[in-house]
């Protein structure tokens, strides 16, 4: 059965652990793909253009807003990101379904277009985890940390508008929460396969055929 791709927006404060959850998920799940975004911000150690993101330049990025290349794009923590149109077309042609690791303006813009997306949102167990968790991975400099945590009381109003809340919770208190909330992920992209409009096509041709 032909299935066309849906996408998934998964949002949260920076630190939360988004991109680790969508790494597990890639990892063990080769039937959903995820847009590499591009950004004005400049690449942490060990991110790689063209895998982690697109690295631009501000006069790229404005020549690409021009050009209307990008599906979304917002001003996030003082850079520029955006999804390009052409990595979500690209996505869900081959009939995966796609993941975009965006912010919650990002989010809301997607919604607009595309009233089938699904959004998740993760939190962190608290604020004083989130803290902690931004310390910890040691690429934010003070004031950084300190533009972030500002943003976070923000973003987490926006969750009321998600479709699916995930709490990542600490590993020192839950040694196998990043296994359990790439797996929740999962369980939404799969409940979404087996809802009846993913289904309208298959249940066209079996109804013809019985009915022949
Ligand atoms: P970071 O700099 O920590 O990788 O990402 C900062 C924030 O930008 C995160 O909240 C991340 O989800 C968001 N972000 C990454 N790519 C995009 C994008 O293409 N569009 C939007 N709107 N936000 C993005």
């Given at each position: 059965m032909a299935r066309h791709g849906r996408l998934y927006v998964i949002s949260g404060p920076a630190g939360v652990g988004k991109s680790e959850i969508v790494k597990t998920v890639l990892k063990n799940h080769e039937d959903v793909g995820l847009s590499v975004s591009c950004t004005t911000r400049a690449p942490r150690p060990g991110e790689v253009d063209g895998v982690s993101y697109h690295f631009v330049t501000d006069e790229r990025f404005d020549q690409l807003v021009a050009e209307g290349a990008f599906y979304e794009w917002a001003n996030v923590h003082q850079h520029r990101y955006g999804t390009l149109r052409s990595a979500v077309r690209d996505g869900l042609e081959q009939g995966r379904d796609l993941i975009l690791e965006i912010d919650v303006q990002g989010c809301l813009q997607v919604m607009r277009q595309d009233p089938e997306a699904t959004s998740i949102f993760v939190c962190p167990p608290s604020r004083e985890n989130l803290e902690k968790r931004l310390r910890d991975r040691?690429?934010?400099?003070e004031e950084s940390i300190r533009v972030r945590l500002g943003n976070v009381a923000r973003e987490v109003a926006?969750?009321?508008?998600?479709?699916y809340i995930i709490v990542h919770y600490d590993w020192s208190e839950v040694p196998d929460a990043l296994q359990i909330a790439s797996e929740q992920v999962y369980d939404i992209i799969s409940t979404r396969r087996l809802e009846r409009q993913s289904s309208i096509e298959f249940l066209d041709a079996l109804n013809q055929s019985l009915n022949r």
């Open positions: 040691g690429t934010e400099t926006t969750a009321y508008h998600y479709d």
